[in-house]
């Protein structure tokens, strides 16, 4: 894992095309469009009004989107479908070799996917924004961004594209897919678990809420706003988090027993007193 505070100092325009104009696809163009990178977007969802209120070219079909000449393709799709949606597209339509980049929340899935399906020639980056349209909307200064160089050969436009983040102050962070995903799965999949079951429990605010019981409350709201499918993929997609779903019960199970046996031991007490 390395930090760098200029992994690049070259800022040329790209021309960008966006794959899946969900939000987190619209949070990621807003940026792009103000930093002057002319942006196309292909979405399975029609979102042609948000396309022409953004200044953005949307293509309906993956042909005339692949052929209108990308310098990066951003793939922005959820998780669960990065591997159909890669799958399904015409690489033939590709006018040149093109960086692919992928901010999916889990790293090693599409590395994975990325090497196995794109052509040889196509450069690739895997990279996770580690903030959202909540956390990062007044600005990403100081927020962290992870990327691994997997497959890269035209080093100018891979540093441009960086470039992207570190002009907007982000905190870059260069490490391997692996780790990632080791260190996802105890942090975010974990804060998205406990957001979850705290949402089953219908957690809701009360007129003696203390400060902790705020900060869940708000960890509530801030996880369900998120698809299910973002949730499901950190899952199902890292392999790292089936054995922390297991510590989650485990540690659940522990604290419990530690009560129960506190409590025998007063009851045991009160009886010997008596
Ligand atoms: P999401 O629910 O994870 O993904 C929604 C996107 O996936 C939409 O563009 C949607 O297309 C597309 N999609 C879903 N199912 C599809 C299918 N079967 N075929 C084709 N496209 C499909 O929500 P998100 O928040 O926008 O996240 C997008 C990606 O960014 C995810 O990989 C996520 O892990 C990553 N990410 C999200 C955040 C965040 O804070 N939200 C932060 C960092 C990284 P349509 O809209 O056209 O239906």
Request: net charge negative.
């Amino acid at each position: 894992m390395s930090v760098s505070s200029s992994s690049t100092n070259s800022s040329r325009t790209l021309k960008i095309g966006i794959v899946g104009f969900g939000p987190f696809g619209q949070f990621l163009a807003k940026t792009l469009i103000k930093q002057g990178h002319p942006i196309r977007a292909t979405s399975r969802t029609d979102y042609s009004q948000l396309c022409v209120h953004l200044g953005i070219t949307l293509f309906r079909d993956m042909d005339s989107f692949l052929e209108s000449d990308n310098d990066v393709i951003l793939l922005c799709t959820s998780i669960l479908s990065l591997s159909e949606v890669v799958r399904a597209m015409p690489f033939h339509c590709l006018k040149r070799p093109t960086l692919f980049v992928d901010v999916l929340s889990v790293k090693e899935h599409p590395r994975d996917v990325l090497l196995q399906v794109l052509p040889e020639e196509s450069d690739v980056l895997c990279t996770h924004p580690m903030f959202g349209p909540e956390s990062g909307k007044d600005g990403w200064k100081d927020l962290t961004f992870v990327y691994d160089r997997v497959r890269i050969r035209d080093e100018a436009t891979c540093s441009s594209f960086l470039h992207i983040f570190e002009s907007e102050g982000c905190k870059m962070l260069q490490m391997s897919c692996e780790e990632h995903d080791k260190l996802a799965a105890r942090s975010q999949f974990l804060t998205h678990t406990v957001g979850r079951i705290l949402s089953e429990m219908e957690i809701n605010s009360t007129s003696i809420d203390t400060k902790n019981f705020q900060k869940l409350v708000q960890l509530k709201e801030s996880t369900v706003r998120d698809s299910f499918d973002l949730f499901s993929g950190l899952f199902i997609h890292n392999k790292f988090a089936k054995q922390e779903l297991k510590n989650l019960e485990l540690a659940l199970d522990k604290v419990k027993q530690k009560l129960l046996e506190r409590m025998n031991e007063e009851l045991d007490l009160s009886v010997s007193n008596h």
